[in-house]
């Protein structure tokens, strides 16, 4: 098993996928890793939504929308300095935006997808621990997959304008928030490192020699 650390500073955004399924006890095992997340007062908010290929091809339509709706919302010089250190499988004869669209469109192919889910919550305090909650067991939920030899994209994007459609596709009750989607199966590319910034320029330190 793959120690914290190689999995920490290996893992990637996978944005292609093999059509081999993932097997159901597989999932499974990453739902109970993404459930073992620290949560504020225990509440262990998230819900989750695993979705089979079979259904995510129906979902196509949509996705696109949510992607041209994106673009134009900041336009598409905006939209390819916005991804340009994003890595993105070849395809759509070198043009990024189009790659990413296609990636929107299908989820890179994924075999499964799992969304998750919050209650709607009216106080804002206790909406900001549940975000942060969630996003913990996300992590988990990457970091595990990725351990198990299986790829992940964490998204959110098709949300901005889609979330509706996409939650009444999923079955989402209306008591329940998606907040995020990710992507899940065995990569078919090799995604690059991305650029990270310096965390010193990012860091106070207080009471330190």
Known sequence: MMDVDT??????????????????????????????????????????????????????????????????????????????????????????????????RTLGGAPVAVGVCLPREKDPWVWKNNISDSAAAIENLLLAAWGKGLGSCWMTGPLKGRADAIASFLGVPADRELIAIIALGYPDHQPSVPPKKDVAAKTRWIGFD
């Open 7 to 104: 999995a920490i500073y290996t893992r990637r955004s996978v944005r292609k996928y093999k059509r081999t399924p993932v097997p159901k006890q597989l999932v499974q095992e990453l739902l109970e890793a993404a459930n073992m997340a620290p949560s504020a007062t225990n509440r262990q908010p998230w819900e989750f939504v695993v979705v089979n290929r079979s259904f995510l091809d129906r979902l196509e339509e949509t996705l696109k929308e949510a992607f041209q709706e994106r673009v134009a919302s900041v336009s598409e010089e905006a939209m390819r300095r916005a991804i340009k250190d994003l890595s993105l499988p070849d395809g759509a004869g070198g043009d990024r935006l189009q790659a990413l669209g296609a990636f929107y």
